[in-house]
């Protein structure tokens, strides 16, 4: 930039030189053959700087191509995977790929020109249980619009849409809600903070969720069942990244309403979470929750890191039997990309205290609420074959969980049995006919009751 600047200068210079020579030679009749060389000289340099204008014009443009592309999210991970499967930014880093993120803090030079941008995702899905061939189910399983805006060069907000299932009514299966909708304020080149209603830093699916970004037609059944899918809190969040490497979360947020709890129904055995999120509908805040999580991503490919939450979840009411309930659930994650193979595992626990007296209420009900619940899953995937922007990419993924594998406070004789583990085995394969536009085919057997064995088709997107 210097040079050009340089440029403009001798132009300035040189064209002060000629009128003064001209008004000399006018006046004078002095010097009438050095007006050719200054002469010849300009145009050189209108030559010059020509080339500095289009060589800028090409600066600007790949800015904006970058932008579009997800400016702001971690340093794209040098290797084969930039882009499939999760990996389009910083491998494993769990908020590099998410949509919000990145079209939230898009390139600052372009928010003066366009400060509001769209983003979203969808994914279609066809089911049939092997044993079964009637249940065979197809849904446009869901659709997703976002937007951000960039008030300025440290201040942005973000939002997503989502419907559920297609239609929406009272009559249907279907759901509407705000996915996300926060502001974001950079604190320094280091440190940002948030406030509204985001996505928790937990695991790799929470964050990073769209169907390109993740192996298999359905969400693994861990990052389901034990950790909630898009589990979402209103609160304040800090975030912190070091050159080295590291990234920090924390903040203090609503948390779940056990007064939700239905003893009599299997939604607290599907998901012990899912059950009782308030996902920022009215939530009750008498209690707050605090998490925290730490990532390491300082190894281009490789990532590891865990998160805790912590909170109370019996909201204070003075007539509900277990007032002082509270959760804990911890998770540890690590994925790692040498070449072709993308590996990688997770492990998550909860546990809910002080729900005796609770318990005791629910004696004889189908479904009290567990002392204990987790699971954890290992997986890998390899790119066999790659063309261009095509890819495919077959998988294989083990699960290994129990939404409920421990009781408190119920009689003896009155405790339902801890039903085994779920065991569940996914085989499958991704076909990318672009990083961002993924078919998808899969094959899960459930070791533990093989009634439940499913395959599965899908078509995803994000953009």
Do not use: C
Request: glycine share 10%; charged share 15%; no cysteine.
């Amino acid at each position: 930039m210097n040079n050009h600047r340089f440029a403009v200068f001798r132009f300035s210079a040189l064209a002060l030189a000629t009128l003064v020579l001209t008004g000399t030679a006018q006046a004078q009749s002095a010097a009438p053959a050095a007006l050719p060389d200054v002469l010849a000289e300009l145009r050189q340099l209108r030559e010059e700087l020509k080339q500095v204008r289009a060589e800028l014009d090409s600066v600007k443009q790949q800015q904006a191509q970058q932008g579009q592309a997800g400016q702001g999210a971690a340093p794209a991970a040098a290797g084969a995977w930039a882009g499939y499967g999760g990996a389009a930014a910083n491998p494993g880093a769990p908020t590099a790929a998410s949509a919000a993120s990145v079209a939230a803090v898009a390139e600052p030079a372009r928010a003066v020109d366009n400060p509001l941008s769209f983003f979203g995702y969808a994914e279609m899905n066809y089911s049939r249980p092997r044993n079964n061939a009637s249940g065979a189910t197809a849904t446009l399983r869901r659709g997703v619009l976002g937007f951000a805006y960039r008030f300025n060069e440290r201040t942005r907000m973000a939002a997503e849409l989502e419907v559920e299932n297609a239609v929406v009514s009272a009559s249907d299966k279907g759901e509407v809600e705000f996915e996300q909708m926060y502001i974001e304020h950079d604190l320094s080149d280091s440190l940002s903070a948030k406030a509204g209603l985001f996505l928790m830093p937990v695991g790799y699916l929470n964050e990073s969720h769209e169907p390109t970004r993740y192996f298999g037609v359905n969400r693994n059944l861990v990052e389901t069942a034990i950790i909630p899918s898009t589990w979402r809190e209103m609160g304040l969040g800090l975030r912190g990244t070091t050159a080295g490497g590291l990234r920090w979360d924390a903040g203090m947020v609503t948390s779940f309403d056990l007064t939700k709890w239905d003893a009599t129904s299997s939604e607290g055995r599907d998901s012990p979470l899912g059950a009782i999120h308030q996902e920022g509908q009215l939530a009750k805040a008498r209690n707050a929750a605090f998490y925290g999580a730490l990532n390491y991503n300082g190894i281009p490919g490789f990532n590891v890191g865990g998160s805790v939450f912590n909170g109370g979840v019996g909201q204070k009411q003075t007539s509900f039997a277990a007032p002082n309930a509270s959760l804990t659930l911890a998770e540890l994650h690590t994925r790692w990309q040498p070449g072709r193979w993308d590996l990688s595992a997770l492990a998550a626990q909860g546990r809910f205290s002080d729900i005796s007296a609770l318990n005791a209420t629910f004696a004889g009900q189908a479904t009290p609420v567990p002392s204990r619940f987790g699971g954890w899953y290992a997986q890998a995937a390899y790119r066999v074959w790659s063309q261009g922007e095509y890819a495919a990419v077959p998988f294989v993924r083990y699960e290994r969980l129990n939404t409920a594998s421990a009781y408190t406070g119920l009689p003896v004789g009155l405790s339902p049995s801890i039903l085994p583990d779920v065991r569940v085995m996914t085989v499958g394969t991704s076909f990318y006919l672009n990083p961002q536009v993924v078919l998808k085919a899969d094959f899960q057997r459930y070791v533990s009751d093989k009634s439940l064995d499913m395959f599965n088709l899908g078509v995803g997107f994000h953009f």
